[in-house]
């Protein structure tokens, strides 16, 4: 379909494919599945050169969102069994009878984008989309526009127009595809504009699965192995130059081994990027001017005890660490979303914990412990979409684990069988036969409350 088509006229045409029923069809599904795979893997090279373009995205981590390709085989692999009905018991009085769920496919869905891991955050709900059985409507991020081109040639050159189609534009074309009545929206993006999709859905009743951001603490206590603690951090930190939805976005450590973690993230940096990250071929780049402004001031909010160093020019910021941050500072108030990272530090754990539950819930939240009472009391305490121990990120391309937010970071999760479920409803189903046909429900009920109660019991 091309992108000057109205938009009406697509979902009028994806409706009408639906109505076809070729959707319901299981093989018709897995022979879509295997074309994604394929299509993704000859457009690979492709792929890494969009994703280059867009953020100067290293091969390596271009590929974790390439990697996608797993999460269509583990589909392909699962999908006969996803589809099987769910049964449940019957109660007595019902015999002989069946009762089930059976996941039936919603219809036209809406799947909008952002641009931070753009690739990924349109094939991993697409995924899910396509098993279920739906027609899908894709708009992915106009600020990652190579990444967005390549979707819409890879997608025009493996579907039929009328099933799944790319929808290539900006605020303006989110907002009229917003519109539209659609079966149900996945959205990628910030709380902001979150709220005004799940506004438009409100207006057609549209479900709607958001997947947002926030401020995902780390937590560091006395008792790890401060350097792995340190490289881990520092990876989920500075990957994608911080520009990650679940990035450890601010560190909590505790006061006794503060000095130590400090100087192990500093080498770890030094180790990853080298003393001048600028030249580092492995350190991506900020998406915009926008963006690289609202970073640079951010910087004013504590000491900067490592990088700081910014070119304009070139959307360059450099790893920073920014040490004697107040929860009041400008770097506390929003998701940072870039290459910063303020610490603070605490005594007790509950000091900590008091602290995270001040802000809206987080996306992630990591903690490093090796104490199992203290891992729990954190989890216990503290509200977020995901939480990761003694590590950062890898809970994300965990494949079969559902990952979503909470409260201000979003609602609804997915990945592996959890992506099929969101694009499912599941109709709950009571198959009776005419073998018995007892008569204790029927009027007149003279004194039939007495059986009643002792059929039914309860
Ligand atoms: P964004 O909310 O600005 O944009 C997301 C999408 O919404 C884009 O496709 C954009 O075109 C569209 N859009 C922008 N303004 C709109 C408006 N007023 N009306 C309708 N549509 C509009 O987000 P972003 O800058 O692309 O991404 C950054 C945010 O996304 C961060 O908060 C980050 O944490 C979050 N994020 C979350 C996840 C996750 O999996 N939960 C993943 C990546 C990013």
Known sequence: MLATTP????????????????????????????????????????IYAALKADLNKPDVEAYYEIVVTRDIQAAIKNLKSWVKPQKFPIPLEQFPAQAMMVPEPLGVVLIVGAWNYPFNLIMAPLIGAIAAGNCAIIKPSELSPHTSRLIAEIIGET?????????????????????????????????????????????????VTLELGGKSPCIVTEDVNIEVAAKRIVWGKFVNAGQTCIAPDYLLVQQGVKSQLLAAIKAAIIEFYGHEPANSPDYGRIVNDGHLQRL??????????????????????????????????????????????????????????????????????????QNPSHQEQILRQTSSGTACINDTLVHFITPQLPFGGVGNSGMGRYHGKASFDTFCHYKSILKRSFLFDVDLRYPPYRDKLRFLKWLLGG
């Open 296 to 369: 640079q001031d951010l910087l004013e909010s504590g000491e900067i005890i490592v990088g700081g160093d910014i070119n304009p020019d070139a959307r360059y910021i450099a790893p920073t660490v920014i040490d004697n941050v107040s929860l009041e500072a400008a770097v506390m108030q929003e998701e940072i979303f870039g290459p910063i990272l303020p610490v603070m530090t605490y005594g007790d754990l509950s000091e900590a914990i008091d602290l995270i539950n001040r802000l809206p819930k987080p996306l992630a939240l990591y903690i490093f412990s």
């Open 159 to 207: 579907f039929d127009n009328g099933y799944i189609t790319v929808v290539e534009g900006g605020r303006d074309i989110s907002q009229q595809l917003l519109a539209e009545k659609f079966d149900y929206i996945f959205f990628t993006g910030s709380p902001r504009v979150g709220k005004i999709v799940m506004e438009a859905a409100a207006k057609h009743l549209t479900p």
């Open 7 to 46: 938009i009406r006229d697509i979902i009028t045409a994806q409706r009408q494919f639906f109505a076809t029923g070729k959707t319901q069809d299981i093989a018709f599904r897995l022979t879509q599945l295997q074309n994604l795979y394929q299509a993704i893997k000859n457009r690979e090279n492709a």
